[in-house]
């Protein structure tokens, strides 16, 4: 058990390739191709078992996605599987141009996503990948928190029309949703029971929403209502569901394992704002400074995306509305 009690499932990256695996046998027209990266992405057993659908590429970021691009405009279902830090920074020209602008469905899979590389620091983070994708038309972005929303996002992300970039972190993440849970690209999930108003709205993404539900939780038991969503797209972005949170509550806050500048947030207050909807909000990431060394948890505890850190922002935010 973890982050207050939730029960533990597998990390996303395992069941990202496991249910890579469960498709590639009923759809040989499915390929993986990497960056010298099968094992920390988890592919090695999809190698090993279907080695005529897996290309090797090497270390070079700019020709995995420009392969990819090419073997999915000749009708091949590609997931092309890289470091999130290495694949939306050197490869982002192909991203840009071989993938978006040429309307290539590539799934692009940024592995080790965020602060998952922990103490290799800066150069490992992807802090960025957001910002940069969300600058590019015709891509859309997806960041699963748990391990249903990871088969969800993939099997939805086989027949996607569309380019579309679906990013992994490390650990193994908390259960979040019951298996009845409906999930579709470009809708939040709603994780706290639904009323006519909240006190607190939270919007999380990725591996963010299991602290952020620990600490509607903590709010809850000290009496307040909370709205929490799991906004796994950034793009499709949910407007209807932000907009509804946002409404009917008191304060919002968006959590994210990115950048404060061009993210979640950002999208979020873009958009209140043009919808008129002034509510206070707090971004809560990574600040604009150079990044603390540590694991993934001591640097989410360190920038307040823990619990308890969100519960206190949460609760100081509300108390300057209120007075």
Do not use: W
Not at 5 to 26: K, P
Not at 71 to 78: D, E, Q
Not at 139 to 164: G, K, L, W
Not at 236 to 260: L, M, Q, W, Y
Request: charged letters at 20%; aromatic letters at 6%.
């Amino acid at each position: 058990m973890s982050e207050n009690n939730l029960s533990m499932g597998n990390t996303n990256l395992d069941v990202f390739a496991q249910t890579l695996m469960e498709l590639a046998e009923h759809d040989r027209e499915i390929l993986v191709v990497t960056s010298d990266s099968r094992g920390s992405g988890r592919v090695t057993p999809f190698a090993e078992k279907f080695p005529e659908q897996i290309v090797e590429i090497g270390i070079a970021e700019q020709n995995l996605v420009g392969v990819s691009a090419g073997l999915a405009s000749s009708g091949k279902n590609v997931f092309a599987v890289s470091p999130a830090c290495f694949l939306t920074a050197r490869g982002l020209e192909q991203i840009k141009n071989d993938v978006a602008y040429s309307d290539h469905p590539v799934k692009v899979i940024g592995i080790s996503a965020g602060v998952s590389y922990g103490s290799l620091g800066t150069t490992h983070h992807s802090l960025h990948d957001f910002a940069a994708l969300q600058a590019i038309n015709n891509i859309d972005i997806v960041a699963p928190a748990d391990n249903f929303e990871t088969v969800q996002a993939i099997r939805a992300s086989v027949h996607h029309p569309r380019p579309i970039y679906i990013r992994f972190g490390k650990k193994a993440m908390p259960v979040l949703h019951t298996p009845e849970t409906i999930f579709t690209i470009g809708k939040a999930i709603q994780l706290t029971p639904k009323s006519e108003d909240y006190d607190i709205a939270l919007i999380a993404t990725g591996e963010t929403v299991a602290p952020a539900l620990s600490a509607s939780r903590i709010l809850e038991s000290q009496g307040l209502r909370i709205c929490l969503l799991s906004l796994h797209s950034i793009r499709p972005f949910d407007e209807e569901a932000v907009f509804e949170a946002a409404t009917k509550s008191k304060v919002v806050i968006t959590v994210e394992e990115h950048s404060v500048n061009g993210g979640l947030g950002s999208r979020v207050a873009s958009f209140l704002m043009q919808a008129k909807v002034f509510r206070p909000l707090r971004i809560v990431g990574i600040p604009d400074e150079h990044t603390v060394t540590g694991s993934q948890l001591e640097i989410f505890q360190h920038y307040g995306i823990s619990p308890q850190g969100l519960s206190q922002t949460a609760l100081s935010l509300l108390k300057k509305e209120i007075e």
